[in-house]
């Protein structure tokens, strides 16, 4: 596996070996896989800000579905209703903070 940036400076991950239905030519783009989720809530972004401010937000295929009070109740509901594919659970804020992440596992 190789791990590099892709646009908008989030992570490219390229398996080598077989690909399947969330690859393309074995690259994965993260941010290709929740546009419509990221498109929602940055629609949606001032009116949960409003009623919502810290709480996590679930959302799929573009539809805005429940609003929790912890990250671990919206990612549960989201394997519930969904099982294991791709959903967005996004703390609801007004500024976001970059998180950078480093994992033993990519052996970067």
Excluded at 54 to 62: P, Q, R, V
Aim: glycine share 12%; charged share 25%; aromatic share 10%.
């Amino acid at each position: 596996m190789e791990v590099g940036a892709g646009p908008r400076g989030l992570v490219r991950l390229k398996y080598h070996g077989n690909s399947d239905t969330n690859t393309l030519g074995g690259v994965i783009i993260m941010t290709d896989l929740l546009e419509k989720e990221l498109q929602t809530y940055e629609t949606k972004k001032a009116e949960l800000i409003g009623k919502y401010k810290g709480k996590f937000a679930l959302i799929k295929n573009g539809d805005f579905f429940d609003v929790f009070d912890t990250k671990l109740d919206a990612v549960r509901q989201g394997y519930e209703r969904f099982g294991i594919v791709p959903f967005l659970v996004k703390q609801i804020v007004e500024i976001e903070t970059p998180q950078n992440f480093t994992s033993n596992l990519l052996g970067v």
